[in-house]
């Protein structure tokens, strides 16, 4: 069955970096692609941008460019997620999300991480 | 992208029916028929319910429905159990090759 698992929460200081991983099975890790998803305590879901891991493009949207940057390694079908200089406002929980059809975004995620903490204090 | 737009708060009692909208624009809800709707229980990851407007993934009951007309897409709980109680998301792909989530709605089952 198609899993994704997140690894575990964290908290960090403001202006350290932090790399989360979610590693993908169940399905073919280079046909699907894979979202990234920003929750804030308390608040809605905000759509990141995501990784075409066939040809090895990744998509970050407006907001969300300059400190948040998507790789992902396809012989341990793995994508991560790193955000560089964390601020405290960047405290939330982050979801990666497979989307239901092959080699596009069209219809949206459907399997999705278990979700990753990140805390930002001082 | 602006967020598409649901209500803060609906609340039904068990067995009864409640919809849920989400208004957006024609540059997403209106210009493609690709709205899917999450339901996410607290300190959980959201569950994909709906997708393509109004398909079911396998193991969601049919109590689940949706629809859409114009600009807005609706999600309607029927036979409303205690388990339905939760935060429900809408998302649509839009015309800039992206996706945009609503800000969710809280399900109160009386």
């Known amino acids: 069955q198609v899993q994704l698992v997140q690894s575990g929460s964290v908290m960090k200081k403001p202006g350290a970096s932090v790399k989360v991983s979610c590693k993908a099975s169940?399905?073919?890790?280079?046909?699907?692609?894979l979202s990234w998803v920003r929750q804030v305590p308390g608040q809605g879901l905000e759509w990141m941008g995501y990784s075409n891991t066939n040809t090895g493009k990744s998509t970050v949207v407006q907001g969300f460019t300059g400190r948040f940057v998507f790789s992902f390694d396809t012989s341990v079908n793995t994508a991560y997620l790193q955000i560089i200089s964390l601020q405290t406002e960047d405290t939330a929980v982050y979801y990666c999300?497979?989307?239901?059809?092959?080699?596009?975004?069209?219809?949206?995620?459907?399997?999705w991480g278990q979700g990753t903490l990140i805390t930002v204090s001082t | 992208q602006s967020a598409l737009t649901q209500p803060a708060s609906v609340s039904g009692s068990p067995g009864q029916s409640i919809t849920i909208s989400c208004t957006g624009t024609?540059?997403?809800?209106?210009?493609?028929?690709?709205v899917s709707w999450f339901q996410q229980h607290p300190g959980k990851a959201p569950k994909l319910i709906i997708f393509k407007v109004n398909n079911r993934p396998s193991g969601v009951p049919d109590r689940f429905s949706g629809s859409k007309s114009g600009t807005t897409a609706s999600l309607t709980i029927s036979g409303l159990q205690a388990d339905d109680e939760a935060v429900y998301h809408c998302s649509s792909f839009t015309s800039t090759y992206s996706r945009v989530f609503g800000g969710g709605t809280k399900l109160t089952v009386l």
């Open positions: 169940g399905y073919s890790f280079t046909t699907h692609r």
């Open positions: 024609s540059s997403d809800v209106g210009g493609y028929d690709f």
């Open positions: 999300a497979r989307h239901h059809d092959p080699y596009d975004i069209l219809t949206g995620p459907d399997y």
